[in-house]
């Protein structure tokens, strides 16, 4: 059992989490950010890319801070976390995957456009790809030269790295120059690997969509030669058979859809976090919970920006009428 001075420091650490405190935020990530990453992949062997998803997902918006603010130092607080907070909040994560994987048929509508699909996000969500490329390095050079990196890192087919930059990833790496070069190009390519398998999968949802639409036209042959049968012809039975196969055939077809459209929508075409926080000589969690922070600070500056432009319009209207 924890002290009762370390459950009390505990509790305090809890408590400024929960008003919003960074540093406290940043304490905790450096105490218990390795225990929460690690557990998933631990009890329900999801791949390390996923577990960086559930720890952006554990620390959205302080959900894990108000999950253990019930501690109340009966046990380590650890075991508190391994015995109380991680499995529900790992299941609740799991669930909201389910429901993408499950949605239905007819919500799904037609596939994707194959030149738009640009990775189904989280609801508020930040994404470079909202942006014109000038945009963003507009962004970006209003950023530190450690937040610009993490971001540029992430996105590394689409941004060159300044000799600040490079000297910055030479220096907290403590690689030479050329080797970080080096790193930055096998990012890249692991992007472009990830950009193959996504189109894949779209090649695979479109082939399976000509299966559907084939077996469809198909029914609708058979149902026309049925017109024309009697009910009780043999070859009108063999028609209703062929039928009912089809017709489990297309149920099948359009599981396989739902699966594909659902795993497509979810790839993303970032680099790993696992290969950034290599780069960086970081943990996963520190660079998942970096990236959290930056893409809301960086939808900020993009909401503010788009508010001023809004206003900015509507005084022109205004002073035109």
Known sequence: MESLNEAKETRDLIGRCLTGDRQAAVTFQDLYGELIYGYPIRVYRVPPDEAGDFYVFAFDRGRIFRRVRTFEGRAPFRAYLLGFVLDDLVLEWKRGVREIETVSLESLGELPDPSSTDR????????????????????????????AVVMKLLYVEDHEFDPTEVRYLSQVSGNAIPEVMDRIEELRSTVREREAGLKKMEDALDAVQAWIQLYERRIQRINEDLAALPPTAGAAEKLRDERGQLLRKIERRRAQRTKLLAQSQRRKVTAPYKEIAAILNTSIGNIGSQIARLRRELMTKVSDSSGGSRATASDTMDARS
Do not use: W, Y
């Open 120 to 147: 189904t996000q989280q609801e508020g969500e930040f994404s470079i790809m909202d942006l014109d490329q000038s945009a963003m390095r507009e962004l970006l050079n209003e950023l530190s030269t450690p937040k």
